[in-house]
């Protein structure tokens, strides 16, 4: 199965919660492991393991959909509640770059670098080692197609159709989704309640988003047509 299909959480009470990169998905994550135990039986905690079937799963989060997905209707399961969080796509795709421009600069250490310009060779669209020397060179190797990145995909590629989700809140509103969806599932099942309902921020420092240009911001919301054709905005 592709991400678009697995980047799904299952919480009790049948919530379901669909998140995308850069849209506040820590904050499920780490709800999701905080409860799981509680969610699934002991065979389905996160566990370091091999997926050798290759007509079946193929991790964790893969071997859920295949456990309790609604096969008619994608990744959800059958009655859930599902939510979703949307978020303006020129701040989201800032976010991603000055994220992706820290994490070069974090894992690039002289120790792993061979193995990381190895690494690049053989997937030569990956974000560059060294990153981008401007906001500019970035927004135009995504308009090249000499980019790949999880963090840079649509939001219409992570969500798909805005009318199959019950409730969709801007990440601006994440305290409120988080409220609404700790009361459905339920304070037996979370520990600490009060804690899950701010917001857990994986912020990055702003690098490349301090470039923004007017014209720049022009070119991503071409590049992101999509999400606002789409309603993901």
Request: aromatic share 12%; proline share 4%; hydrophobic share 40%.
């Amino acid at each position: 199965m592709n991400i678009s299909i697995t980047n799904v959480f299952y919480f009790p009470n049948l919530v379901d919660v669909r998140t995308a990169a850069k849209c506040g998905s820590a904050n499920f994550k780490l709800l999701d492991a905080a409860i799981r135990t509680q969610v699934f039986d002991t065979t389905a905690k996160m566990t370091v393991r091999r997926f050798k079937n290759r007509a079946g799963p193929i991790n964790f989060r893969d071997e859920l959909v295949w456990q309790y997905a609604d096969i008619l209707d994608m990744p959800f399961r059958k009655e859930s509640t599902r939510f979703a969080i949307k978020r303006d796509p020129v701040k989201r795709f800032l976010s991603a770059v000055d994220f992706l421009e820290k994490q070069m600069a974090k894992f690039n250490t002289q120790e792993d670098l061979g193995a990381r310009v190895k690494e690049q060779q053989r997937t030569p669209r990956a974000y560059p080692l060294k990153g981008f020397a401007s906001l500019e060179e970035a927004v135009s190797s995504l308009e090249n197609g000499m980019i790949m990145d999880p963090h840079l995909n649509t939001q219409t590629f992570y969500y798909g159709n805005i009318n199959q989700y019950d409730y969709v809140y801007d990440l601006v509103d994440m305290r409120q989704a988080l409220e609404h969806i700790v009361s459905l599932i339920g304070n037996d099942n979370i520990p600490n309640p009060n804690f899950w309902i701010k917001s857990h921020r994986n912020k990055s420092p702003k690098i490349l988003s301090l470039q923004l240009t007017d014209d720049l911001a022009e070119r991503i919301k071409t590049l992101y047509r999509v999400d606002y054709d789409n309603g993901w905005c």
